[in-house]
């Protein structure tokens, strides 16, 4: 029931939130202590503001109320991802060259998983990462299990 709900409402955000100058980064659907939680963060080239938050918010409340795909009560949150915000795609990675990230491999590179460091040159198959080191390290998509910003 969970993915079908993330399903529609990730098919509906991602048609809504182009003509508004916002991406969608990630879509949260859980039961979370005795109620359930829809979350969205946001995002736009210039960031994004509470005005932007409030205004998709009473979008998809519209929709899920329309469509009717909630069966039990839940409370529907829509927030910027923050400062550590996750990279998902190429276009993040190239959007965000430059600033410090953290990345996790899905399995180990010469004997570490996670690396830390300013990211470079990206095409869609991968990213460059100067590590703390001083080293350029290239990463491909596939080899990433986690990746986000971090401070």
Same mark, same amino acid.
């Given at each position: 029931m969970s993915d079908y709900v993330i399903e529609k409402v990730q098919e509906f955000v991602e048609a809504l939130l182009p003509?508004?100058?916002?991406?969608?980064?990630?879509?949260?659907?859980?039961?979370?202590?005795?109620?359930?939680?829809?979350?969205? *963060?946001? /995002?736009?080239? !210039?960031? %994004?503001?509470?005005?932007?938050?409030?205004? =998709? &918010?009473?979008?998809?409340?519209? *929709?899920? /109320?329309?469509? !009717?795909? %909630?069966?039990?009560?839940?409370?529907?949150? =829509? &927030?910027?991802?923050?400062?550590?915000?996750p990279l998902r795609s190429a276009a993040d990675f190239?959007?965000?060259?430059?600033?410090?990230?953290?990345?996790?491999?899905?399995?180990?590179?010469?004997?570490?998983k996670v690396f830390v460091g300013l990211i470079g040159e990206s095409d869609e198959l991968g990213f460059d990462l100067l590590v703390e080191d001083g080293e350029t390290t290239r990463f491909l998509m596939d080899q990433i299990r986690k990746a986000r910003l971090t401070l």
């Amino acid at each position: 029931m969970s993915d079908y709900v993330i399903e529609k409402v990730q098919e509906f955000v991602e048609a809504l939130l182009p003509s508004l100058g916002l991406e969608l980064v990630e879509i949260q659907y859980r039961q979370e202590g005795e109620g359930w939680v829809l979350r969205l *963060f946001i /995002d736009g080239s !210039d960031g %994004v503001g509470i005005d932007q938050c409030t205004k =998709v &918010s009473r979008e998809v409340s519209f *929709f899920l /109320d329309v469509e !009717d795909l %909630v069966p039990h009560s839940f409370t529907l949150e =829509v &927030s910027s991802p923050g400062l550590e915000r996750p990279l998902r795609s190429a276009a993040d990675f190239e959007r965000f060259k430059g600033k410090k990230a953290r990345v996790r491999l899905r399995h180990p590179l010469d004997g570490q998983k996670v690396f830390v460091g300013l990211i470079g040159e990206s095409d869609e198959l991968g990213f460059d990462l100067l590590v703390e080191d001083g080293e350029t390290t290239r990463f491909l998509m596939d080899q990433i299990r986690k990746a986000r910003l971090t401070l």
